[in-house]
Structure formats: C-alpha cells, structure tokens
C-alpha cells in the first residue's frame, strides 16, 4: 500500500515513527531505573514498552511507508527493488533524525540535559554477534512474515524484539539509527559513541546475510522440481 502514498509523507513517517520508538525505548529505561533498583526489573519495563510500542506503529505506519524505522531494513528492501537508491538515502536520514529527535524528548520530558552521550560500554565479540543476531533474526521474520502473514507482522516484529531483549547480549538494538540514537543519552538504554560502529556494522551484516538466506528460502520450487512441493 505504500505506493499510494508519496514521498514526503513516506518520510515524515519514518521520521515520526523512530522517534516515538526511540522516545519509548529510551524514556522507559529512565522511568523504570528511576522506579527500582533492580536491573533485570528495569530490563523488563523497557523490553515491555519497546515491544508494544512496535506492535502500535507497524500497525498504524506500515500502510504509509512500510514501517521501516531501520536504515538496515530499508537497505534490504532497496537490494530487492521495493526501494529505490533516492529513497533508500532519504528513509536512512528520516530515521536518523527521527531517532535523535526521539532521544531529545525523552530527555525533555525526564528533565535532563538535550543531548548527554553515553558512558554505558557495550564492545566485545559477544555484543558484536548478539547484534548480527538480532538484525538477522529482525529481517528474517519481517521477510517471512511479509510472505505468509502480512497482517501479522506488527506482532510478529513486536513479539521477537521482546524475546531478543533477553536472549541477546547486547539486549537487541537489531537497528543503527535507534544505536546512534541511544548513543546520545546516558541513560539505562545508553551505548557509548565510541562502540556505535560495530554495532552498526553488525547489524548491517545480520541484515544482509538474512536477506540472502531468506531469498533462497523462501523462493518457490521451480516446475522441474515438482518433489520439492509441500504435500497437502
């Protein structure tokens, strides 16, 4: 449905989009630290929020732009040709926007300084696979779901960016304009700018070995191999 919608409402989308899920993600964080000392606590506070609120604006977005909200995704789609390399380049700006503008509000309304980049460190073989992890598992779910399910792909994409909170390391950013985002708060959800590239290239491989894998997956039997047909 995207097609029906013109460029500059697909991008203010994207924009409007990352910045409430970046202001979700990084406002619950300070909301649930500030509420217990408990880390595993806060941790599930924030993967909480950060799971509905993705439910609600694939939901509500994806009809405009495709609910991207994640240069890795859009890349993806412009490697299949849903995207074009114009596009490509203005939804990767949007979401980057977006997403510092989702960080300054979540400041704004805790009271904290606009911008206060982080001192978390999040570096490491480990961090650097559970992201490629993430950002593979993230496009390979919307890929498949876009197949088999298209409907359900706000709770497709909700439910296992929930469960890649806790089963990755590096709790799932899975996206690079939500790390250059969270990069910029010193906050529960906080990443120290210095670790932002391997997360970023990280994800970006994930995403593009997903591409690959899912592109032979999901591609039908060709009529020479009538074996290969599921059965009824």
């Known amino acids: 449905m995207t097609e029906t919608f013109d460029l500059s409402r697909r991008l203010v989308a994207e924009a409007l989009g ?3 899920l970046v202001a979700t993600v990084v406002g619950s964080g300070i909301m649930a630290d500030s509420l217990s000392d408990d880390t595993a606590l806060a941790l599930l506070c924030n993967t909480i929020a950060t799971g509905a609120i993705l439910v609600v604006l694939i939901t509500i977005l994806g009809p405009i732009s495709g609910a991207h909200f994640n240069p890795a995704v859009s890349l993806v789609f412009a490697l299949k040709r849903e995207l074009s390399r114009r ?5 990767m700006l949007a979401q980057c926007a977006g997403g510092i503008a989702g960080t300054v509000v979540a400041h704004l309304m805790f009271g ?18 559970s ?13 498949a779901g876009i197949r088999f399910n298209r409907q359900g792909v706000p709770w497709l994409v909700g439910l296992y960016i929930t469960a890649a909170y806790w089963f990755t390391a590096s709790t799932s950013f899975a996206n690079p304009a939500v790390a250059l985002a969270r990069s910029l708060t010193d ?10 590239p391997g ?22 039997p060709s009529p020479e191999n009538p074996s290969h047909r599921t059965q009824p």
């Open 131 to 143: 992201e490629g992890v993430a950002a593979f598992g993230l496009v390979a779910i919307i890929l």
């Open 112 to 129: 904290m300084a606009i911008i206060s980049p982080s001192l978390k460190v999040r570096t490491g073989t480990a961090q650097w696979l």
């Open 18 to 20: 990352t910045a409430l």
């Open 199 to 220: 997360f970023v290239i990280a994800e970006t491989a994930g995403a593009l070995l997903a591409l690959v894998l899912m592109n032979w997956l999901l591609s039908p």
């Open 87 to 91: 596009a490509l380049a203005l939804y």
């Open 187 to 196: 906050s529960f959800a906080g990443i120290r700018p210095l670790d932002l």
